[in-house]
């Protein structure tokens, strides 16, 4: 709807200068003083990713030495820069391993079958996929030794380099004041002083001058630490100086080669369109003055992009807690500080030059104006951003001694910083409306003029400089995850003078690892050979895929899995052509690398704030909707019931989709009745072997192969099942063998998948 065009008649323009290049500088020195005023609200803590599981834990004490060193983290690190190294007391290195194949999560690395007893020490070199950092840390283990003698790991380095502090201040505050300036345009000047006067933005040029040289000056910002944030992290990434990664283009193999590149390229490019915006509406807006305000509105939106990726990069992204939930909190705290602070900043460096041509009560009401627009979204930003803040520490701060940590001393300080913020602009508030707060007239006489309480901000501003760039790099507390320290499951079995060591690793549900390790009898690795390795799990009769095992030499073979589903009772049955190797175990919980955690009471709680600080924020839009609904009784009654009625539908048809799914399940695996009591060993392969071709006359048949093909998806009790019966053209065993003898038969048959168990049974 068009205004009057003679409203805000205070408002009109007076003769300006344009800006020369000392003002500009001087514009660019104000808005990086300025932007940092949203540094108490965002520092977020760029944390880096921590460790969940080690095998062996630090300081452990091993009886004999382990197959492989492995570290789990909570994040995928980067494959081509991570690395583990295994010493000796003496600093000789013993191995050298990265990032696991499989599991972008894991760091392993395989050690000597030959390892003698004594001290070692691991040296990590992580670098994190999601934010770039890479941090050192040493840790220890003893083989036949005790852990004395003072041989201890160095504690995790992960403080930030100078000039990861400078980016930080740089990059963090600059693209808060820029999404907060298309803010500040499209949701307090217009609204406030907007004027079809001036179609040009519809504000006075003096006022949209000064937003565009800020704009600038947060992009010149926001670009060139993004740039320092690109050559930091090759830094470290190379382990280089900063002349040899730009004379050797190393840059350009993280911004390409790495997910901290694919990251900053987009952000880089949200950046750039930002610029392009701006020029657009800088050349249309003589010939196209409606490009001016499209152009500033789309700037807003795209800079809320801009903060996506600070939260996909942040270590939100890497929460075991509701990882959705965190991602989200992050992104939306960013874009409620950018509305609170950024916008305040901006309001405190406009004002100035919006105000200058007026006098008196004119001057008040024009501030007024603005600040009425700004207080309801200001708190709508500060609700949103002390409710994501609570929801953030929730998932970091779960027990009393996560207080003391460096995480807790920022969260104590950003508390405060916070907390001065409110006071800050509680002064404005006072000061500006003198006949209300008649009983803080000595508050107000001390701070004076408005202008003066913003002397009062810049001072405050100038102290969270100061600290800024450390409190954006403090990393979080360790989480306290139980299990950490439960062994994997490892046993030694000898198979026709043949010593085969299984591995499971961590040996709980989910992905585990598994290394074999086959020794002759003088001690000598065995390679080249197949080898095979099943799971299952005999109490439900249903079994994991076959897994063809990599040799990688010394004896060792290695594979990994994630058919181990839930804790119980588990078979692992390793069959090579020269042994096999049977076991029960037992699975616990425990032992589990954790891949979640379930949410809190105060993760529910800090949920829930956040939702509400959103409710308060869209209220505004909601409620003048609902001016327009009908409240009659009899309309409320019928939206009453439907919202029921579709609510118990939604629960219905949840509760028939778990129930049908759960007869399905049932239904495909039901419960056996027989379960399978014996493991398998190759004698006992070579009596189901005579019984099935000699006593049952299975030899030669071609129904055995038709037999062979169902295999992976016939259960055991079926097989014992068809030593009775017979399958196609298979006869029925004799009724006189016993019951171990059958299950030697459904034994020989299972063997006999793999070419493995046919070239030792071939032996013979």
């Known amino acids: 709807m068009p205004r009057r065009k003679n409203r805000n008649r205070w408002m009109n323009p007076i003769p300006q200068l344009r800006m020369s290049a000392t003002a500009f500088v001087r514009v660019v020195a104000v808005v990086l003083l300025a932007a940092v005023l949203i540094a108490p609200a965002n520092t977020r803590v760029e944390a880096h990713g921590y460790l969940v599981r080690a095998i062996p834990e630090d300081r452990a004490v091993l009886e004999r030495a382990p197959v492989r060193v492995q570290y789990w983290f909570s994040e995928s690190l980067e494959r081509d820069y991570s690395i583990l190294t295994i010493r000796d007391a003496q600093g000789n290195m013993i191995a050298e391993g990265g990032v696991d194949a499989r599991d972008a999560a894991l760091l392993s690395v395989r050690l000597p079958t030959d390892l003698p007893d004594g001290a070692y020490l691991s040296e990590l070199r992580i670098a994190f996929a999601s934010d770039g950092h890479v941090i050192y840390e040493t840790r220890t283990f003893f083989v036949g030794v005790s852990a004395d003698g003072g041989f201890v790991g160095a504690a995790r380095s992960d403080l930030p380099l100078p000039l990861e502090i400078f980016w930080r201040s740089i990059l963090l505050p600059a693209q808060i004041l820029l999404f907060g300036v298309f803010a500040a ?64 283009n190393l840059w350009s193999i993280v911004r390409t080669g790495t997910r901290f590149g694919d990251t900053w390229t987009w952000r880089m490019i949200l950046l750039v369109g930002a610029a392009g915006l701006l020029v657009t509406a800088a050349y249309f807006k003589r010939e196209y003055p409606w490009a001016v305000k499209a152009s500033w509105t789309a700037g807003g939106w795209l800079m809320a992009l801009v903060m996506g990726t600070m939260s996909i990069s942040s270590h939100a992204a890497g929460s075991l807690t509701l990882p959705w939930a965190a991602l989200f909190s992050d992104w939306i705290h960013g874009m409620g500080v950018g509305i609170w602070a950024g916008g305040a900043a901006v309001i405190a460096l406009v004002l100035p030059v919006a105000l200058k041509p007026l006098m008196g009560d004119e001057r008040r009401i024009a501030t007024l104006a603005a600040l009425s627009k700004f207080t309801r979204i200001a708190a709508a930003g500060m609700f949103i951003v002390v409710a994501t803040g609570i929801y953030s520490a929730s998932n970091w701060i779960t027990e009393p001694d996560d207080l003391p940590t ?178 029960d175990w037992t699975i616990t919980a425990e032992a589990a690398v954790i891949q979640s955690r379930p949410p809190s009471w105060l993760n529910l709680a800090a949920l829930l704030l956040v939702i509400a600080a959103l409710g308060y924020a869209v209220s505004p839009p909601v409620m003048r909707y609902a001016r327009k609904l009908d409240f009659s009784p009899a309309a409320l009654t019928v939206a009453g019931v439907s919202i029921t009625a579709s609510v118990a539908l939604i629960f219905v048809t949840l509760y028939i989709i778990d129930e049908t799914n759960a007869q399905y399940e049932r239904a495909i695996n039901p419960p056996p009745q027989i379960i399978n009591p014996l493991l398998p060993s190759t004698d006992l392969l070579r009596e189901g072997e005579t019984i099935a071709y000699t006593q049952c006359g299975w030899e030669g048949q071609d129904s055995l192969s038709m037999l062979m093909n169902r295999l992976p998806a016939t259960r055991d009790e079926t097989l014992y099942a068809i030593t009775f019966e017979g399958f196609e053209e298979l006869p029925p065993c004799p009724t006189t063998l016993t019951e171990t003898e059958r299950w030697a038969v459904v034994a020989f048959v299972r063997a006999k998948e793999t070419v493995t168990a046919l070239r030792m049974l071939n032996q013979e």
């Open 406 to 583: 460096p995480y807790g001393s920022t969260l104590a300080i950003k508390i405060l910083l916070v907390a001065l913020l409110i006071g800050i602009g509680a002064a404005h508030h006072i000061t500006l409306r003198p006949e209300r707060y008649q009983r803080f007239e000595k508050l107000r006489a001390r701070v004076g003029t408005f202008v003066n309480s913003l002397r009062l901000e810049a001072v405050f501003v100038l102290l969270v400089l100061i600290g800024v760039a450390f409190l954006s790099s403090s990393p979080v507390p360790q989480l306290s995850i139980e299990g950490r320290g439960a062994p994997p499951l490892t046993d030694t079995q000898v198979s026709d003078g043949i010593e085969i060591t299984v591995t499971i690793t961590p040996g709980g549900p989910g992905v585990n690892t598994f290394d074999v390790v086959l020794t002759d009898g003088d001690g000598q690795p065995i390679d080249g050979t197949p080898v095979y390795l099943q799971n299952s799990s005999p109490s439900r009769d249903i079994r994991g895929d076959m897994h063809i095992l990599e040799n990688l030499g010394g004896g060792l073979y290695v594979g990994a899995g994630a058919e181990i589903d839930q804790p119980g009772d588990w078979r692992t049955v390793v069959i090579s052509s020269v042994g096999v190797f049977a076991r």
């Open 185 to 248: 345009y499209a949701l307090v000047f217009v609204p406030a002083w907007g004027n079809t006067e001036y179609p040009q933005g519809l504000l006075p040029p003096r006022v949209m001058r000064r937003l565009t040289w800020i704009a600038w000056a947060a992009l010149i910002l926001a670009l060139a630490g993004n740039i320092l944030a690109l050559l930091q992290a090759s830094m470290a990434f190379f382990s280089a100086d900063l002349g040899r990664v730009i004379h050797d």
